[in-house]
């Protein structure tokens, strides 16, 4: 038992989110540095394909359907075991991106310091909120002009409505980057460039009460200027507090540049400390420790055709208690029956390989002949009990799907059908209509043309996607107490179900979802659906 106990303390299992370009990439291959990589997945993009991503994508993507960059990179660093789990960004932002966030226990908000918080941070920010995760922030390409700090940390607090805690504080930006000031150490550590690809660098240490060492270090401006700043931040920002870091309500902060490698392993050091190890989740049973119970797992996203010769579909999961062993069986709960998981590999993507053994926050990928869902769990047999569900996210593109040969209904109905279990897109149909009219909702965009290019290429069936206007959905989350047929919607609004038949609301425009809550007394509306 304590073997078993020890890995799991070892392991911190979080995810990097951020809006495109802030440097994602960048700080995990810096942070893999500092690690000896254990498993790897053609998750970090080399320069090259980075510079063909774009044409190159959709090739890849449509050979295989699905998207090829999502996986978790596993390496040790300092007695931890650390995996990160990559959310797919860019052109293949999709549900899945959410989906991954449910599988980490705290999140690394990347943010470019010339940008402030952009538009998918915000997003996916917004998941890490709804979970309570802890989540870090590192403002990111200090070594550019970048905006003002305080005005950073504001934007952040405003924003995104969590209080921050500076843990370093940046010295100058841009050809002005001289380092960091750590305010746990009271020392200043100034940086020199490091030699790419490597974390070599020189890191001068210098005490703050060494005033004629640092004012000849960094200037009698820059020295003035921090000490101004440093006052206003022991008068103004909030106290590091451990306790709302854990819930996410206080996000420790750190200034640095992945490019550069300035204070990326200051804050690998810091985030290790003050992270914690994989965190109990709520089941039907009550909640499950990681540490006291045996395996058990949920399913939290699947990948259709990843090999196209062997059309199989591999079912991540994230393994939330005990110890999983490739030899013993286990028990399907939502299936019902006891199975050995098959060819469970740790880490995808381009290169598979097999795993014996994982342990509580680790993330398993195994063959999955079409038995698993979204949110499904799996458990040690004797057990039996079930993780909360999975929310549906709120897909921001529509359109509505014509099928091209009305012959082959069938395989029409079958292939959306299998299609939208999987989790790559969610169908809707109006109120008042049957099958007929089918409405996709997506994510991301790109999810149209791979929901296009299965149908054809593995159900044999043409469709044309005709694109609607809508931005908005919201599920009704009480249409037991609402008369659905009488809200009174406003003109860009369509009222539609899902495919658990649940009834929600679309509308083209923003501010309509509040206008239609403000109209109708006690509609109440959620942007994700609990499954
Ligand atoms: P992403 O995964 O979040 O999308 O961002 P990625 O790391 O790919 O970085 C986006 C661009 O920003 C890259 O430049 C990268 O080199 C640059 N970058 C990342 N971190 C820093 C930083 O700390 N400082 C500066 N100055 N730049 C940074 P690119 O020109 O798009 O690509 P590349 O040709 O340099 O790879």
Same mark, same amino acid.
């Given at each position: ?5 020890n ?32 498993n790897?997945?053609? *998750? ?27 996986s ?7 007695g ?5 789990l ?26 470019d310091a010339?940008k402030?918080v952009?538009a ?14 802890p989540?870090?922030?590192f403002i ?8 003002d ?23 100058g ?9 750590d ?23 210098? *005490? ?18 921090l000490?101004?700043?440093?006052e206003l931040?022991d ?12 819930v ?10 992945a ?42 996203k ?9 059309r199989?579909r ?26 050995r ?9 381009e ?6 053994e994982?342990y ?12 698993f ?20 996210f ?5 359109a509505?799907?014509?099928?091209m ?28 209509s ?7 909702g ?33 599920w009704i989350?009480n249409?037991e *107490?609402?008369?659905?047929e009488?809200?009174?919607?406003t003109?860009?609004m ?29 509609l ?6 609990r499954?």
């Amino acid at each position: 038992m304590s073997d078993i106990k020890n890995e799991i303390e070892k392991r911190r299992t979080f995810a990097i989110i951020s809006h495109p370009d802030a440097g994602k990439t960048t700080l995990t291959e810096k942070l893999l540095l500092y690690g000896g990589a254990i498993n790897l997945a053609g *998750s970090v993009k080399g320069k090259a394909t980075a510079r063909h991503a774009v044409s190159d994508w959709m090739e890849i993507e449509k050979e295989r359907g699905i998207s090829v960059t999502s996986s978790v990179l596993q390496f040790s660093y300092n007695g931890k075991c650390v995996n990160i789990l990559d959310t797919p960004g860019h052109q293949d932002f999709s549900e899945d991106t959410y989906r991954t966030l449910m599988a980490a226990d705290s999140a690394v908000m990347v943010i470019d310091a010339s940008k402030g918080v952009e538009a998918q941070t915000r997003k996916l920010f917004k998941v890490c909120g709804m979970r309570g995760i802890p989540v870090f922030t590192f403002i990111n390409k200090m070594d550019r002009d970048a905006n003002d700090t305080f005005d950073l940390a504001d934007e952040i607090e405003k924003e995104l409505g969590i209080a921050v805690c500076p843990v370093n504080w940046p010295i100058g930006s841009g050809k002005g980057f001289k380092g960091v000031y750590d305010r746990n150490e009271r020392a200043v550590f100034l940086y020199s460039d490091t030699e790419k690809g490597t974390k070599e660098g020189h890191v001068e240490k210098i *005490s703050i009460d060494d005033e004629a060492a640092l004012k000849s270090a960094i200037g009698e401006e820059a020295f003035e200027k921090l000490s101004e700043e440093l006052e206003l931040l022991d008068g103004a920002g909030a106290d590091f507090d451990q306790a709302q870091v854990d819930v996410g309500k206080l996000s420790p902060m750190f200034f640095g540049s992945a490019l550069t490698n300035f204070g990326v392993e200051m804050f690998l050091n810091y985030f290790l400390k003050m992270t914690k190890t994989p965190a109990p989740r709520t089941s039907d049973a009550g909640v499950i420790d990681p540490v006291e119970e045996d395996f058990s797992a949920f399913v939290f996203k699947i990948q259709a055709n990843m090999n196209k010769a062997h059309r199989d579909r591999v079912a991540f999961m994230r393994i939330c208690s005990g110890k999983f062993e490739a030899s013993r069986e286990v028990y399907h709960v939502q299936g019902n029956r006891t199975m050995r998981l098959s060819q469970p590999q740790q880490m995808m993507a381009e290169s598979r390989h097999v795993v014996d053994e994982a342990y509580a926050g680790d993330i398993i990928g195994v063959f999955d002949p079409g038995i698993f869902s979204i949110g499904d769990t799996v458990c040690a047999p004797g057990k039996s009990f079930a993780y909360e569900g999975i929310p549906t996210f709120a897909p921001e593109h529509f359109a509505r799907v014509r099928q091209m040969d009305t012959m082959k209904r069938k395989q029409f109905v079958k292939g959306i059908n299998q299609i939208a279990q999987e989790g790559a897109i969610q169908i809707f149909q109006e109120l008042s209509s049957g099958m007929e009219e089918v409405i996709v909702g997506v994510v991301g965009v790109l999810q149209f043309e791979v929901l296009q290019y299965r149908l054809e290429n593995e159900y044999n069936v043409e469709i044309k996607l005709e694109r609607l206007p809508y931005e908005h959905i919201r599920w009704i989350e009480n249409p037991e *107490s609402v008369d659905i047929e009488h809200i009174t919607g406003t003109s860009d609004m369509k009222k539609i179900t899902d495919l658990k038949g649940r009834p929600l609301l679309l509308f083209i425009n923003a501010w309509s979802p509040g206008m239609v809550l403000e109209r109708n007394e006690g509609l109440s509306l959620s942007e994700f659906a609990r499954n």
